[in-house]
Each structure stands twice: as C-alpha cells, then as structure tokens.
C-alpha cells in the first residue's frame, strides 16, 4: 500500500497543532517580519513545547535513517535492517518509538528509488507524525551536495559538484543550482538539504572534501555559499552549511579517523571562517559540526561536535549565530575516538548542539539524553532551547501549514527540460581546460574522428548512468565522432595497458579518463604508454584537477572535478569543440616534484 494523500486529507489529524500555531509561516519567515510577529510566534512555539512530554522531547533532538522506501510498508529486508538496527520495523514505528525531530534518507536505505516514491514516503513520515497525540512535522533531510555526493538520482536534475562551480566562478550560477534542486526536493519532500560545504580546501590530499568545496579561496568559497543558500531557502529548503568549523585542510578522513587541524586563530580567521560568517549573512537555516580537533579553538582534545568553546562560544558568540546546529553523523569514528557513544550525543547537547545525526545505536543515544535530564547532568531548559530553534525552522519552512507533498505534481517539477537544460549550461562553465600543447583541442571529426575513450571507472555517484569511459565514448558519438571505450581501472595491469595500447593504434586520438593519478601508480603509467604510440592523448581528469601534474607529456588535459553525466557530457562538448572551454581552476595545482612550487595558480585555464 503507498501513501498518496496530501495536505487536504490529514486536517483533522493536526487540528490542534495547528490551532496552536496559527499564523506562524508569517510571524517567523526570515526577513519578513516584525520583531513583534516573531515574539508572537515563538510564544505559540513555547506553548507548544510547554505541553510536550520528556520522552517527545528528546525525540525532537534526533534525526535518524530508516530503511524502506514506504513509511508503513517497506521491503522485508529493509524490515529486518530495521528490526537489526533500531529495534523497529518501519518509519512510522521509528516516530511511534522514539518520537524523532527528523528523518535523513539515504541511497542505500532505499529512501531515493524515485521522485513520486519519496514523495509518497515523506507524506508516509509526516502522517506518521501528525496523527500522534501533540504530534509535530518532520524535517525530513538528505545530503544533495551534488557531484560526487548526492542521494537522489536521476530523473532527478544533478548539477555540477562545488569545486565544478567554484571553476565557473559564477555566483548566479550557484544560485540557480540551489533553488532549482531546492524546487525538487521540496517537490519530494525534502525540506532539509546538507548543502552546501562550506570548507575551504587547501591540502590537495584532503580524502574526505576536496571537490566537495568550491575550492581554495576563501572570499570566492564565501560568495558561492551565500549563493547556493540563497537559492535553496528561496525555494523553501534548509540549507546547512558544512562542516565548521572548517574541514578543508585535513589529510586524515573523519569517517575513519579524528582529523587534527593545525591552523593558528589568526589562520582560522583567514582561511576558515569567512565563508560560515557568509552562510549567517545570507540567513542560513541551519550548520552542520566537524568531527575535527582544532587545538588553537579549544585545546581540550575534544572534537569541534563536543567542544563548547567552539559550537557557544565562537558559532554563537563571536559569529552571532542562532540558527540550528546539526552534528555531523554521530557513527563517524571522527567523534567516537574519545567517547562512547552514549556520551557522545549528551556532550553535543552539552557544547551547543541542537540536532544529534544518525546515532550508530538510536536507543543507546536517545536513553542517554533522557538519563541526562533525569539525572541533572542536562536540563529540561537546555532541552526546550534547542527544541525552540528546531520549531522555529518548522514553522519557517512551513511545515505546520504545509507539510505535505504533492505526488501528483513531482513529474511537472522534477527533471524539468528547463532545469536539465540549466544543469547543462552550468557545467559548460565549468569544464577546465589545463593544457592544450599545439592546439590539438579542440578535435576535428575530419582528422580525429576514429577516438578510443579508456581509463577510469570508478563507481558512478548516485543516479547517475556511468561508467564514465562509457558515458564520454557515448556523448563524443553523439557529437560526429565514432568512439570506444575500454575501462582500464583507476589501477590498470600491465596487460590492461597493452590491451589499451593495441587498441590506440586504431585510433586517431586517445580519450584518457584519470582520477586521483600518483605519481608511482599505473594510471600514469597508462598515459606514458599511450603516449609513446605516437597518437595524440588527451587526459580528462574526472575528480581531482591535481592529477595534471603527474602527467607532464600529454598534449592536452581537462578537468571535470566529478564524473556525473552532466559534468562529462559538458567535457564532451569542449573537446568537440561545440563549446568553448571557460573553467579557472578553483585551486592551485603543485609541482609533482616540488610540491613547495605551484605549477597552475588559482585562476588558470585555457580557452579557444
């Protein structure tokens, strides 16, 4: 059975919720109202909270991930990984059990099958929630950052990742990014998106941000964060800036370690923080913490999601923020390292947290809290302060009024031509042309027509078709030129590379797809031998633009900073030549051999 109902059926379920808050859309919309309107509404708020239980209370607190993709009637395997997890078999019995805030949903949960579903199963989590006694709207979440990190997939419209648009350079760009996929998600739903990252990568061997960032600049990474916010909150999604206070010059990744960041204040202040002071400016609805020790912000060994000096005393203090403040996931090894994880969450709350992240074990956190208050360690006011916040975000977004999505209206919203035509200009801004030695780009279909696409294929990001060999040999097809694709690997065999090698010489140029190319690995090797046939090589780097510097022969070099179809199918069109290449390279790019020398500064890139 699925969940079709909209707004117009569950009346009666949130009468009194309803009847509580009415008015509250207006009294608290960002910049739209007096301070009296606001004062009036969170009174309405406060009333709200003042007749709500401990136990409903902490629930507020967390957002937690549930299998299935039907709030009452999912999958019996996404039953038994419920059952295996949470101790319960569905969404709705998840809301029943522990009255959660908010609901993230992942690809691999099976939330994201298709845009009518998940619309379907965020009405499903709502009604779950509403028909309970006091019940409360959920902030239903998701990280579509876009590029390499997104959960809803194609025919969902998926742009170009950040550090694409940080080489377009274009705030409007950015802009539209965020209110177009704003419009879609909350066609589905979603009204809580863990976008955009806001951290400013300055360590090339970053493993866990890189291409996520809009890049190494911290003025540029500002303006484009307070443009994609803008973007999505005007299309009536919670932006969530990410992840402060800054993880862009990490070499360890917080999923499996605790990352030290050894920045000085002062370095803090210039590298770090300019684009979270843009996130505030621009109204952010929400920020998201670092599992990061950050000595020269709080010396305590604790990581930046536990450390009060951090979250009160700098997010709130000194930037002046009073939105809500979202951990990062509470099962990254990043914050379990010093605590367990029934500490965790009760020591998040403790340093200014407002919204505890997907919990490894949901009963283990949420008892801890509650013990926490029992006990005196917390109290019910610390509690109804950051419920306060999470409140006020509801009524902002409209959830009290409009909680519901609309299935039959998905279809004329997501996917649009419009937006997908969007997606496709943005991105021809963003392809980076690095090298071009004698003009051998772009092709001509009347002396290169013959191509051969090898290289990497690492596993496509969500929704997307791949593999990339494979979606370039087609899009370059498409263009006039016949070409094939052999997968080689991201660490291609000795015989793999002969194969390639036999397969060249049949071709009139040679199409390389590289990610993450070190300088001892066989990717590079790959190239070399390609080069040596005699037939022109062009690399198109698909993540990380550093990989030109270990590839000193080719005649020419792209890169794409994420390998989604609209990112590779754009690279497509710059090599036939249908558009020109306008990327600058958001970061500077090292010497190989003297990583103390740069060899491509900020701002490099090519054109013809």
Same mark, same amino acid.
């Given at each position: 059975?699925?969940?079709?109902?909209?707004?117009?059926?569950?009346?009666?379920?949130?009468?009194?919720?309803?009847?509580?808050?009415?008015?509250?859309?207006?009294?608290?919309?960002?910049?739209?109202?007096?301070?009296?309107?606001?004062?009036?509404?969170?009174?309405?708020?406060?009333?709200?909270?003042?007749?709500?239980?401990?136990?409903?209370?902490?629930? @507020?607190?967390?957002?937690?991930?549930?299998?299935?993709?039907?709030?009452?009637?999912?999958?019996?395997?996404?039953?038994?990984?419920?059952?295996?997890?949470?101790?319960?078999?569905?969404?709705?019995?998840?809301?029943?059990?522990?009255?959660?805030?908010?609901?993230?949903?992942?690809?691999?949960?099976?939330?994201?099958?298709?845009?009518?579903?998940?619309?379907?199963?965020?009405?499903?989590?709502?009604?779950?929630?509403?028909?309970?006694?006091?019940?409360?709207?959920?902030?239903?979440?998701?990280?579509?950052?876009?590029?390499?990190?997104?959960?809803?997939?194609?025919?969902?419209?998926?742009?170009?990742?950040?550090?694409?648009?940080?080489?377009?350079?274009?705030?409007?760009?950015?802009?539209?990014?965020?209110?177009?996929?704003?419009?879609?998600?909350?066609?589905?739903?979603?009204? @809580?998106?863990?976008?955009?990252?806001?951290?400013?990568?300055?360590?090339?061997?970053?493993?866990? $941000?890189?291409?996520?960032?809009?890049?190494?600049?911290?003025?540029?990474?500002?303006?484009?964060? =307070?443009?994609?916010?803008?973007?999505?909150?005007?299309?009536?999604?919670?932006?969530?800036?990410?992840?402060?206070?800054?993880?862009?010059?990490?070499?360890?990744?917080?999923?499996?370690?605790?990352?030290?960041?050894?920045?000085?204040?002062?370095?803090?202040?210039?590298?770090?923080?300019?684009?979270?002071?843009?996130?505030?400016?621009?109204?952010?609805?929400?920020?998201?913490?670092?599992?990061? @020790?950050?000595?020269?912000?709080?010396?305590?060994?604790?990581?930046?999601?536990?450390?009060?000096?951090?979250?009160?005393? $700098?997010?709130?203090?000194?930037?002046?923020?009073?939105?809500?403040?979202?951990?990062?996931?509470?099962?990254?090894?990043?914050?379990?390292?010093?605590? #367990?994880?029934?500490?965790?969450?009760?020591?998040?709350?403790?340093?200014?947290?407002? @919204?505890?992240?997907?919990?490894?074990?949901?009963?283990?956190?949420?008892?801890?809290?509650?013990?926490?208050?029992?006990?005196?360690?917390?109290?019910?006011?610390?509690?109804?302060?950051?419920?306060?916040?999470?409140?006020?975000?509801?009524?902002?977004?409209?959830?009290?009024?409009?909680?519901?999505?609309?299935?039959?209206?998905?279809?004329?919203?997501?996917?649009?031509?419009?937006?997908?035509?969007?997606?496709?200009?943005?991105?021809?801004?963003?392809?980076?042309?690095?090298?071009?030695?004698?003009?051998?780009?772009?092709?001509?279909?009347?002396?290169?027509?013959?191509?051969?696409?090898?290289?990497?294929?690492?596993?496509?990001?969500?929704?997307?078709? #791949?593999?990339?060999?494979?979606?370039?040999?087609?899009?370059?097809?498409?263009?006039?030129?016949?070409?094939?694709?052999?997968?080689?690997?991201?660490?291609?065999?000795?015989?793999?590379?002969?194969?390639?090698?036999?397969?060249?010489?049949?071709?009139?140029?040679?199409?390389?797809?590289?990610?993450?190319?070190? =300088?001892?690995?066989?990717?590079?090797?790959?190239?070399?031998?390609?080069?040596?046939?005699?037939?022109?090589?062009?690399?198109?780097?698909?993540?990380?633009?550093?990989?030109?510097?270990?590839?000193?022969?080719?005649?020419?070099?792209?890169?794409?900073?994420?390998?989604?179809?609209?990112?590779?199918?754009?690279?497509?069109?710059? $090599?036939?030549?249908?558009?020109?290449?306008?990327?600058?390279?958001?970061?500077?790019?090292?010497?190989?051999?003297?990583?103390?020398?740069?060899?491509?500064?900020?701002?490099?890139?090519?054109?013809?």
């Amino acid at each position: 059975m699925h969940d079709t109902s909209t707004g117009n059926t569950a009346q009666p379920a949130r009468r009194t919720v309803l009847a509580a808050t009415a008015g509250l859309t207006a009294a608290l919309t960002v910049g739209g109202t007096a301070h009296a309107g606001a004062a009036r509404g969170d009174k309405r708020l406060r009333a709200l909270i003042s007749r709500m239980t401990l136990e409903e209370k902490v629930g @507020q607190l967390f957002v937690m991930r549930v299998y299935g993709h039907s709030a009452t009637a999912p999958d019996q395997s996404d039953i038994d990984a419920n059952l295996s997890e949470i101790g319960v078999r569905t969404a709705a019995e998840l809301i029943a059990e522990y009255h959660v805030g908010g609901i993230i949903y992942f690809t691999w949960a099976h939330n994201t099958k298709d845009p009518r579903q998940i619309a379907e199963l965020s009405n499903g989590i709502q009604r779950a929630s509403l028909d309970r006694p006091r019940g409360l709207p959920v902030l239903v979440a998701t990280d579509q950052e876009h590029g390499i990190v997104c959960r809803v997939g194609r025919p969902a419209t998926l742009f170009p990742g950040a550090m694409a648009v940080g080489a377009g350079g274009s705030r409007a760009d950015a802009r539209t990014l965020g209110r177009v996929s704003g419009a879609e998600l909350r066609a589905m739903g979603i009204n @809580q998106d863990y976008s955009p990252d806001a951290d400013v990568n300055v360590n090339p061997a970053n493993p866990v $941000i890189g291409v996520r960032s809009f890049g190494a600049d911290p003025d540029a990474v500002a303006g484009l964060v =307070a443009a994609e916010v803008t973007g999505y909150q005007s299309s009536g999604v919670a932006a969530t800036a990410k992840h402060f206070p800054g993880h862009g010059d990490t070499a360890v990744d917080s999923h499996y370690g605790f990352p030290v960041i050894t920045h000085s204040r002062d370095q803090w202040e210039s590298l770090d923080a300019a684009p979270f002071r843009a996130a505030i400016a621009a109204g952010i609805d929400s920020i998201m913490t670092a599992h990061i @020790q950050f000595p020269a912000l709080d010396d305590s060994g604790d990581p930046a999601t536990l450390s009060r000096p951090i979250l009160t005393g $700098i997010l709130r203090g000194e930037l002046g923020y009073d939105g809500v403040v979202v951990t990062d996931s509470l099962g990254m090894e990043g914050v379990r390292t010093k605590y #367990g994880d029934d500490r965790v969450p009760v020591l998040a709350l403790k340093a200014g947290v407002d @919204q505890l992240l997907n919990p490894p074990k949901l009963d283990v956190a949420w008892n801890a809290v509650l013990e926490a208050v029992r006990g005196g360690e917390l109290t019910e006011a610390r509690l109804d302060a950051s419920i306060l916040r999470i409140l006020r975000l509801k009524a902002r977004l409209g959830l009290f009024d409009r909680p519901y999505a609309d299935p039959g209206r998905v279809g004329h919203v997501v996917g649009t031509p419009a937006h997908l035509a969007a997606a496709d200009r943005i991105a021809e801004r963003t392809t980076t042309l690095l090298v071009n030695e004698g003009g051998i780009l772009p092709l001509s279909r009347r002396t290169h027509r013959r191509l051969l696409v090898v290289g990497a294929d690492p596993a496509s990001p969500s929704g997307t078709t #791949g593999p990339p060999t494979g979606v370039l040999a087609a899009a370059l097809t498409e263009l006039g030129f016949t070409a094939t694709a052999l997968s080689t690997g991201t660490a291609p065999s000795a015989a793999t590379i002969a194969e390639a090698v036999t397969a060249a010489r049949d071709a009139d140029a040679v199409i390389v797809g590289t990610y993450n190319v070190s =300088a001892a690995g066989s990717q590079k090797s790959l190239v070399e031998q390609l080069i040596a046939t005699g037939k022109p090589v062009v690399a198109v780097a698909v993540r990380n633009p550093y990989d030109v510097a270990h590839l000193p022969s080719v005649a020419g070099c792209l890169a794409t900073y994420s390998w989604t179809d609209v990112e590779l199918r754009a690279a497509a069109r710059v $090599i036939a030549g249908r558009v020109a290449p306008r990327g600058r390279l958001p970061v500077p790019v090292q010497r190989a051999d003297d990583p103390a020398r740069v060899l491509y500064p900020i701002g490099h890139g090519l054109s013809y």
